[in-house]
Structure formats: C-alpha cells, structure tokens
C-alpha cells in the first residue's frame, strides 16, 4: 500500500486518547470510523470530538467550516465489522490490558481488508507479542500519542520484531500528516522512550521517601525548581495516575528485572486507593488539602544528582541496546513530557562521570540492581558525554533551526515547540551563533525569525528552566545576556523581520521587539506579563516598547500584564501588518525577500544612524550625513540611478 491510498482510518477505543486520535486523523481530512463495544460509549466519544472542535473554533485555532467538515469525517459504530470492513488504516485505543487487546485483533482480523495496517496505540506492552495474534505481523506497529492527542505533538513509532520497514514508513507519514512528530522506537522495549524515561524517575522518587533520604517536598521542590522540571515528580505521578505507574513498573519488572521494583512508598499509596487527581488523593491531597503547594527552595543537590543519574542510566540501557539514540530521546521526552531540554543533554551538561559516580556509590550503599551502571551510559562516559565531547567552535543549533529559503533570506526558527518557544540560555547562545552566521554569508541580506508550530512564536522566557537562577546576581547577569544578544539583532547591518503566528509573550515580544518589521498573524496575542509574576521585562522591553509605541501605551501593555491582540498592537504601531492566517508564512517570506533585495550598505548605515540618533540626535544626524556622503561612491548608488532611469529593477550588490 501506498501512502496515498489511506483515505479511511478505524479508530478503535472511544475513550480519552480514541476520540482525541479520531479528532486528530478529521482533522488531517481523513474519514474516521469511530468504534467502541456500546453505542453510549463511543456517542460519548462523538459528542467529545465535537465539543472540542467547537472550542477550537472558538478560540479561532481553525474556523467553523472546518469544524463542521471535520465533524463530517466522523462516523460513530459499534459492530466491529461496520468500522474496519473499509478501513486502510486501524488505530487500536483500547484499555492497557494485553488480553483485552489480543481479543479486539481476533475480531479485526476477521473483517480489516489484507492491506490494511494495525497500529496499536499501548504506552508500554510488547508490540511483537501483540502482533503475534494477528495474521499481519509485519503490518503491525506501535503507533504511540499522548495525551490530550489534539494538543500534544509527539507519536512514538514503535517496531516489533516482524514489523516491516514499509509499515513504518508509512505511519511515520501519517503521523506527519496529522500534524504531528514521528519518533522511531528501533526495538520493542517496555516503556518505549518517554515512559522508560518518566516512570524510573518517579519510582526513584518515591524510593528516596521510603528509605527516608527525603520528603515528598523537598524531592518535587528539586524536580520542579532545581531541574526545571514542568512538574515535581510527585505532582507528575498524581496527574498520571499511580495506579497507571505501578502497573507499568511492574510489567517492566517483569520484563526487564529487578531494577525496575516498584518503591515501597508507591507500593503503599496504590494499596491505600490514592491514585491522584482522579481520585481526590494521591501524593497530595486534592479534595480536602491544598494540592499540590510545592516550596521552591527545599530541593537538595544530593536528590538532583540521584534523579538525573536514573533518568542517565536508562538513556544508557536505551541506546546500548540499540532502542533508539540520544537525538531522538531527548526529542521525545521534550515533546512527550515537556522537559526543557532532553534527558541525555541534561546529563552531559551536569557530566556523565559524575552521575556514574553517584550511580556506584549508591550501589555500593544499597546493593539495588537499579544503581547498576548501564553499558550505554559508562561508554557515553568514556567518550565524552551522550552527545559527544563539546567543541566550543562547532555549535549544535538544538533549540533553534536555520533555513535558507531562497531569495538571500536566513530564517531563523525557534524550536522549542513543546515548550511554546520559550527561551532559555541555550537558545540565547544558539540566536547569537545564528546571526553570526547569517552576518557572515554573503548569501543572506535579511533574516526571518518565526516560531515552530502555529501556537506561539514565543512565549517568553523558559521561567522553570531558570528557576534555579533566583540568587540577584544570577539574575543580573542573565538579563544582560538577553539584553545583548537580542541587541545584536537590532544592531546587525542585516534588516530583521519577527513574523508572529500565535502567542508572542514576555520575552518572545522582547525579541521581536529587536527586529526592524514585525508582523503577526490575525490569531496572535502579545504582551508583557512579568509584572503578575512580580517582575519586569529584563531583556530590553523597558527601553526599546517605548521607542516603538511611546511612553503611554508601554506603561499600559507593562502595567496591566494584559495580551493584546493582533489588531490592537498594529493600531498601537507595535506591528507593521497584521495577515490572515492561511496567508501568514507566504506573506512572511514575501516580505523578508523585499528586505532582502535592497542595497545592503545603505540599510546598514541607516540603521546605525536611526539607532545613534536615539541615544542623540546630533550624533545622529552627524552620522546620517557621514553615511549619506560615503554611499556617493558606492557601486550600489551608480546601479540604484541607472535602474531608474531604465524603469527596471536594481540588483544591488553591496559594494
């Protein structure tokens, strides 16, 4: 089967992660059958995808005929020979229960026709033993979202022993299709990649608890503000549910040995009924307590090493047995968790003999088969981190991504996308290391700066990835590194354009605020929220908002911390256009080539005496007529006059 011959997709499983995949595959423009084992469970399901096009409606995500069209796409059944007889494509979404899934493949077997491919979408089982009790074992794979599926933008694509090649390809490009990241799982390993990330860590929390190393605050205090972590590991296991943890331990103790034990102190709360949220009580107390009130300042260094060293070791186990590579893990856990930077990085950037050595430590203290040093992770040692040894020369753009479009245009796009963008330092050294670049190149005349995906250009800084950095002077320090490097953009000779499609929040408008044109699409906002965080803009916003929109609309957009919307800030001058959305890339590089087509040397002087005549005006306009004198023997000048009078168009050449 070809990629283009998938036209119906079978979604089996009308709960939570079914009907958020139906909704996805609509969506995508594909014909969806929706299908559980009674009529009121998947109408249920039904009923959930509509209300959640209707809000993204609402919230203008897409527009209401394509809410109806997708609607449209989606036919709701029960018999299972009704929802699969037609079907090119069939995601399993049933519970995490091994039998219930085996007896769910018997009856698609009888009625999916023999092209047909079955994707299951288990967060941990083995997908060879499930595709054993098929008669299509090599059209069979892992087809992994999460949760929320409309929102979250990693799938896990998972290989089982008899998967074919062609199989994977294939569902790697209808995970792109949807809209989503496809990430290869090479081997059949329980917990793929994010869960054998994600569970070992909370289970080592929880074993910190039992053995009385630390409490439930000061462990999710280190997680959340120590290692900037979106959630305390203790938070985190009452929002998956520890019932769902245990279980998927104990199916990795079972597979994978006794390094995977489940913690006496998780053992304890699933015994007692406190399974989380859902619940009402789980590590924190829902219903009657506060929640989940996590001290900022209780995290220890000592609980920081053990956790990042479990969270080291099975990046190790991952690659030495040859389940997927750094790359990719830290991809998936940053797409699929939220982190804000990936397992193997955050590793390498604490040092991996530092973490095997509290790995050996703690062996020899307890004896525990899960302090054991993984071979992946004591070669990544002895070869100078997962990621190979730095060059301080030669720098990995991993936060960001370079583009040459054409029409003498770098394009710069911030890539933290499960993050909304936000930036932290790495991507503040890797915005520096790209203008350079760019600067450079003969071949760029204009840089193009957007965000990745279409929910935020920026959200602002990454606040939980600098938490760490609270002391005053860190702080000092970290607002004059944004100053400068986002003043580097301002300054290039080289005209800047922001383009804005979704949020553009604290220190995201920051940034555009350094570029020379901003436009933004219709469904944008932006604003300035630090003052409801008690803080103020730290990188520039203070200064150059006011240069753009004056003194009394800054004070406003600061002081109320409001978003605005797109066609407040053009009429506030902040933007230069506002586009309709479907137009917006198009119209972002159309303009970024007109920047790009003007004469090089007078742009760059214009800018110096623009930005001069801002701190004064004399020097400002003694620079304007030194410019203006020095472009009169400029080969740019002689072609900018002769196409003039030729009524053609000048191609400038900076010289």
């Known amino acids: 089967m070809e990629f283009d011959d998938i036209e119906t997709i079978a979604v089996l499983g009308a709960g939570n992660m079914g009907h958020g995949i139906a909704e996805v595959a609509a969506l995508a423009g594909y014909q969806v059958n929706l299908r559980d084992i009674k009529e009121e469970f998947v109408q249920k399901g039904y009923d959930q995808i509509e209300w959640s096009l209707d809000k993204l409606a609402e919230k203008e995500q897409i527009s209401e005929s394509e809410a109806e069209a997708a609607i449209d796409r989606v036919t709701a059944y029960v018999p299972v020979e009704d929802a699969v007889e037609n079907a090119d494509f069939i995601i399993e979404a049933v519970p995490e229960k091994m039998e219930i899934k085996k007896d769910v493949y018997g009856e698609v077997e009888q009625y999916a026709p023999d092209h047909a491919i079955i994707a299951t979408n288990t967060s941990s089982l083995s997908i060879t033993e499930l595709s054993e009790v098929t008669e299509r074992p090599e059209q069979f794979c892992g087809m992994h979202f999460f949760n929320p599926p409309v929102r979250m933008q990693l799938v896990e694509v998972i290989s089982g022993a008899h998967t074919a090649e062609e199989t994977l390809e294939l569902t790697e490009e209808l995970s792109e299709a949807f809209g989503k990241t496809p990430v290869r799982v090479h081997k059949d390993s329980p917990g793929f990649i994010v869960n054998r990330i994600l569970v070992p860590l909370m289970n080592e929390a929880c074993w910190l608890v039992s053995e009385g190393t630390a409490t439930v605050a000061e462990v999710d205090s280190t997680t959340k503000f120590d ?11 009452d929002q998956v549910g520890n019932d769902v943890t245990y279980h998927v331990l104990e199916y990795m103790n079972d597979v994978l040995g006794e390094a995977y034990e489940p913690a006496p102190f998780l053992e304890e709360t699933v015994e007692a009924e406190k399974y989380g949220k859902k619940t009402g009580e789980g590590f924190y107390d829902y219903e009657d307590g506060p929640g989940a009130e996590i001290p900022t ?26 389940v997927s590579n750094p790359a990719d893990i830290d991809e998936a856990v940053m797409l699929g968790a939220g982190f804000p930077d990936g397992p193997a990085k955050m590793a390498d950037d604490i040092g991996l003999d530092r973490l095997v050595e ?67 330092l790495d991507m503040l050294d890797e915005l520096e290391a790209a203008l350079d670049r760019f600067e450079a190149d003969d071949e760029v005349r204009a840089v193009l700066i957007t965000g990745k995906g279409d929910r935020a250009f920026s959200a602002g800084a ?30 290039s000779p080289l005209p800047v354009l922001a383009a804005i499609d979704g949020f553009a929040l604290g220190g995201g408008l920051e940034l555009a605020a350094c570029a ?40 406003e957009i600061i002081f109320t911390a409001e978003r605005y919307e797109a066609e407040t800030m053009y009429d506030y001058d902040f933007l230069t256009e506002v586009v309709p959305t479907a137009e917006f890339e198009e119209r972002a590089h159309e303009l970024a080539a007109k920047l790009a087509g003007g004469p090089p040397v007078s742009r760059k002087l214009t800018k110096r005496a623009m930005l001069r005549g801002w701190e004064n005006t004399e020097a400002g306009l003694e620079l304007e007529a030194q410019a203006f004198g020095h472009l009169f023997g400029t080969d740019d000048l002689m072609e900018g006059i002769t196409a003039f009078m030729g009524d053609s168009e000048p191609d400038f050449q900076g010289k």
């Open 358 to 424: 509290t790995l050996e430590e703690c062996h020899e203290e307890t004896g525990h088969p899960r302090f054991e040093v993984s071979d992946g992770l004591r070669a990544a040692a002895e070869s100078g981190g997962f990621h190979g040894e730095k060059d301080e020369d030669d720098v990995q753009f991993t936060n960001i991504e370079l583009e040459y479009p054409g029409d003498m245009v770098g394009h710069i796009i911030l890539s933290r996308e499960a993050r909304m963008n936000t930036i932290n």
């Open 227 to 237: 290692m900037g972590l979106p959630m305390g590991s203790f938070e985190l296991g």
């Open 297 to 322: 300042d209780a995290g220890t260094e000592e609980i920081k090493l053990r956790l990042a060293a479990i969270m080291a070791n099975e990046v190790g186990n991952l690659v030495g047995n040859d």
């Open 462 to 491: 990454d606040v939980t990835s600098m938490a760490s950095s609270a002391e005053p002077l860190e702080a000092i320090e970290l607002s004059k590194k944004g100053q400068s490097v986002f003043g580097r953009f301002e300054e």
């Open 516 to 555: 020379d044109l901003r436009i933004a699409s219709e469904r944008s906002e932006l604003g300035l929220p630090e003052h409801n965080l008690g803080l103020l803009p730290g990188w520039g916003g203070t200064q150059r908002l006011q240069r753009i929109v004056g003194m009394g609309r800054a004070k």
